[in-house]
Structure formats: C-alpha cells, structure tokens
C-alpha cells in the first residue's frame, strides 16, 4: 500500500494587470490632490509653478483617487472606471480647449499644462480601460 500524498493547494491568481494599473493611477491622485493642499508645493494657484489648480480641483483629484482605489477590487471595476475616468478627463481637457464662461472657468481653471495633463492621461485611462475590457478573460460562472 503506497502512502497518499496531500494534493498541492492550488495558488490563487494574483491581481489582474488592470487592477495594479488602477491602484497606480488612484494614488498617483491621491497625491496630486494632497500636493494641492500643502502650502509650499501650491503659490499663487498654481502647483509645482505648472499646473493651475484651485479648491474644485483639489477635490476633483481626491474623489477621483479614492474611486479608482475603491474599484481596484476586481478587474472589471478596475477597467470601468479606466473608462469612465478617461473619458471624463478627456472631456475636461477638450473644455479647456473651448471659451468657456468666468464662471466654469473660476471654479475649475486650466493651463495649457492642463489640458495637456488632462487629454494624455485620459485618453491613456480610455486605452488601458477599453483595452481591457475588450480583452479580458471570459468569466467563470
């Protein structure tokens, strides 16, 4: 009679690639947003002297930081809110392109650093999100 060994456990699978890019995109606003609120790194409504910035901006980033941290619990969260989120962006960065009202643009003023940041970030977002969801692996029921 020969000795029966335990089966292997079975690893489980690691975070999926659009979950650590998620993850990586929050904190990157969450930071941008604390850089915000720290004196020194913010004169005269302007961040790292480039960026305009104003207190709608401030919580524009930190909202946005917390939702992608949030939706980096499954990969379909993760890759919606890259989509989401980039097409949101996108959509900022093509308003700051327009003649918009004093009123917009007192409460969510852009540079042309700006609108760069927002159209190449959220369209990266768009990509990565789409991408994703386009080839993610089939569900297991």
């Known amino acids: 009679m020969t000795p029966i060994e335990p089966a292997a456990p079975v ?3 690691g975070p999926a ?3 650590g ?9 969450l930071v941008l947003g604390a850089c915000e ?5 913010t004169a005269d ?4 002297g480039v960026f305009t910035v104003s207190g709608a901006w ?16 499954s990969p379909a969260l993760s890759s919606r809110f890259l989509l989401a989120g980039g097409v949101l962006y996108v959509v900022l ?19 042309p650093a700006g609108v760069c940041l927002a159209l190449g970030l959220g369209t990266a977002m768009v990509i990565l999100g789409a991408g994703w969801l386009r080839n993610a692996p089939p569900r297991e029921h």
Request: a positive charge; glycine letters at 12%; hydrophobic letters at 55%.
């Open 11 to 13: 690893p489980k699978p």
């Open 17 to 19: 690639p659009v979950q």
């Open 21 to 29: 890019i998620g993850m990586l995109i929050g904190l990157l606003f």
């Open 37 to 41: 609120l720290i004196p020194g790194v």
């Open 45 to 48: 409504h302007q961040l790292f």
């Open 58 to 73: 401030t919580l524009v980033h930190l909202l946005t930081g917390a939702a992608a941290v949030f939706c980096t619990r």
């Open 93 to 111: 960065g093509v308003a700051g392109l327009l003649p918009l009202p004093g009123a917009v643009t007192d409460v969510l003023p852009m540079n």
